[in-house]
């Protein structure tokens, strides 16, 4: 077929109501439902999730009236809730993604705590273990008074990650403040304790970057000339 007959039989076909029909989009119901998390032993209640994540967020608590009422929201609701500025609403975003994902900061796989506090202990592998490095598990309450975890119950503890023995018996990771005696660690929900910190931004940014450096070098050329005419005078 020739190009101008075929032209004829794409616009005889472009005016059909089949063609009409498939062209409409439909919008609406189109993105499935947020998905809902279930809270996790550290991150009981919206105000300790909001409290971890820093940036003075936890401030907001009392908007959200329950766990799903907050991960349920948009942008757009988080607006109308007054979120501000506009940064706050896609971090908070971003975090709530990352919770739904497992993406965690420390603390996030603990599970025994207990007023927003955990315990850590040094634990001895079994001896089906080829190794003789010592283990850091999360310990119930219950169990604070022991110096050191036995063997037959490491297995059955968790092993959070980030945290390690130092030395013998001293537990390092992240907000791991000794016990007396050095009987273990205590990790207590802080304040920005999962906070990404915003970057510093040098010479207006990356946007503005050349243009400020171009206006600071004019105004030191004209203070030079200016004060090698002063000079003459």
Known sequence: MKAPGLRASLRLFANTPLSNCI?????????????????????????????????????????????????????????????????????????????RKGALGPGGDFEFVKDGEAILKVATPPASVISDAKWVV???????????????DSLALPRPKGYTVRGLKSIAGPYATPLPGETGALVKVTEGMWEQRRGRKIDGGERRRAEVRFKRRSAERRAEREAEMMAKM
């Not at 989009?25 to 439902?33: I, W």
């Not at 409290?51 to 967020?57: C, D, N, P």
């Open 138 to 152: 999360n310990v119930p309450p219950s169990e604070n008074t022991e110096p050191e975890t036995q063997t037959s």
């Open 23 to 99: 062209q409409i989009r439909h919008l609406h119901k189109t993105r499935p439902p947020h998905t809902i998390p279930q809270p996790r032993p550290f991150i009981p209640d919206v105000p300790t999730f909001l409290t971890l994540i820093g940036r003075g967020l936890n401030k907001h608590a009392s908007k959200f009236p329950s766990w799903d009422s907050l991960f349920s929201l948009t942008s757009p609701e988080l607006k109308e809730l007054g979120i501000e500025p506009p940064r706050n609403r896609r971090y908070l975003l971003q975090w709530m993604q990352r919770y």
